[in-house]
């Protein structure tokens, strides 16, 4: 039986330094992703409390102007522990805006924009997060990297499963079952034959979806508006 390996909660890391600004963003993080992820926030007021938990991290939402050890600094220490880890650096001055590119990162966001900006860039980041840091799918010729997986097709008794690096899989699991397996709704039933990966999409029409490899796969008619309103939350929230 194909089976699961997931990481069973999201390990995420808030950092700041002032007391209300720390309540704000943990406030702000449970509420983005409560409901689709399972979430365990460790908050710290400075680098060296953040560091002394010994923790892998798959996000982390990091001030940059910290006492004694700046943000990116921070972020670097983590990345050497956590190399998947997904950084957000939060900050009330534009002018480290070229200073943050020093250390990999998702993004930056002013204070003053948090509540529009960091739901969408926590969603972004944490399917990729968790995927990047270990999500397979065990089937019985070998596993399968889940963030590898462009579409699944079912043909007869089979469920084909397409990779990014052209290879294919198959295993005796229906689609739906897949699908609830997986658990991540970046996955998407555009056919009865098919259920594709959205960060793979690079155009849509009613009929049919476009992948970044030119593959073409067919949307029925009953599935039409599941997928174009998914395609376009998933736009929403990862751009």
């Given at each position: 039986?194909?089976?699961?390996?997931?990481?069973p909660?999201?390990?995420?890391?808030?950092?700041?330094?002032?007391?209300?600004?720390?309540?704000?963003?943990?406030?702000?993080?449970?509420?983005?992703?409560?409901?689709?992820?399972?979430?365990?926030?460790?908050?710290?007021?400075?680098?060296?409390?953040?560091?002394?938990?010994?923790l892998?991290?798959?996000?982390?939402?990091?001030?940059?102007?910290?006492p004694?050890?700046?943000?990116?600094?921070?972020a670097?220490?983590?990345?050497?522990?956590?190399?998947?880890?997904?950084v957000?650096?939060?900050?009330?001055?534009?002018?480290?805006?070229?200073?943050?590119?020093?250390?990999?990162?998702?993004?930056?966001?002013?204070?003053?924009?948090?509540?529009?900006?960091?739901?969408?860039?926590l969603?972004?980041?944490?399917?990729?997060?968790?995927?990047?840091?270990?999500?397979?799918?065990?089937?019985?010729?070998?596993?399968?990297?889940?963030?590898?997986?462009?579409?699944?097709?079912?043909?007869?008794?089979?469920?084909?499963?397409?990779?990014?690096?052209?290879s294919?899989?198959?295993?005796?699991?229906?689609?739906?079952?897949?699908?609830?397996?997986?658990?991540?709704?970046?996955?998407c039933?555009?056919?009865?034959?098919?259920?594709?990966?959205?960060?793979?999409?690079?155009?849509?029409?009613?009929q049919?979806?476009?992948?970044?490899?030119?593959?073409?796969?067919p949307?029925?008619?009953?599935?039409?508006?599941?997928?174009?309103?998914?395609?376009?939350?998933?736009?929403?929230?990862?751009?």
């Amino acid at each position: 039986m194909t089976q699961y390996t997931w990481q069973p909660q999201l390990q995420i890391a808030v950092c700041d330094d002032d007391p209300a600004m720390l309540q704000r963003l943990v406030a702000l993080t449970t509420e983005s992703l409560s409901g689709r992820y399972s979430c365990c926030v460790h908050t710290a007021a400075s680098a060296e409390e953040l560091l002394a938990k010994k923790l892998p991290f798959h996000l982390a939402v990091l001030d940059i102007e910290l006492p004694n050890r700046s943000g990116i600094e921070l972020a670097t220490a983590i990345m050497e522990s956590s190399p998947h880890c997904r950084v957000l650096f939060v900050s009330g001055y534009a002018r480290y805006v070229s200073d943050v590119y020093d250390v990999p990162h998702v993004g930056m966001i002013l204070k003053d924009q948090l509540e529009h900006q960091l739901p969408k860039f926590l969603l972004r980041s944490a399917a990729f997060a968790l995927a990047e840091a270990g999500a397979h799918l065990a089937l019985k010729d070998g596993t399968v990297p889940v963030a590898d997986i462009c579409y699944m097709e079912r043909q007869g008794h089979w469920t084909h499963i397409y990779l990014r690096d052209g290879s294919q899989q198959r295993t005796r699991e229906k689609l739906d079952d897949l699908l609830r397996l997986i658990g991540n709704p970046a996955f998407c039933r555009c056919h009865v034959s098919y259920v594709v990966y959205l960060p793979y999409v690079k155009a849509m029409t009613p009929q049919q979806l476009t992948l970044q490899n030119g593959q073409i796969l067919p949307v029925s008619r009953p599935n039409r508006v599941a997928v174009k309103n998914a395609f376009f939350q998933y736009i929403s929230e990862h751009t």
